[in-house]
């Protein structure tokens, strides 16, 4: 005789995940804490290339108008 697996042999699926998975995160969360997690990582990225773009301007401007006589 063979042991079978709980989830294998079937039955009510919203008891499982109450009992067996109950305070778990799912799979579909955790990919979306991911999603957002590197979003955020490259928002941050493109802030800091905007500011350094923007600063490099501004002191490229402030050269121009110092010797422009």
Request: aromatic share 6%.
């Amino acid at each position: 005789m063979r042991i079978i697996p709980a989830w294998l042999t079937g039955g009510n699926d919203r008891q499982l995940a109450t009992t067996q998975y109950a305070g778990r995160e799912s799979a579909s969360d955790t990919a979306a804490a991911k999603r957002q997690a590197k979003q955020r990582k490259q928002r941050a990225k493109s802030v800091t290339a905007a500011a350094r773009a923007g600063q490099a301007w501004e002191d490229q401007d402030r050269l121009r108008e110092r010797y422009r006589r």
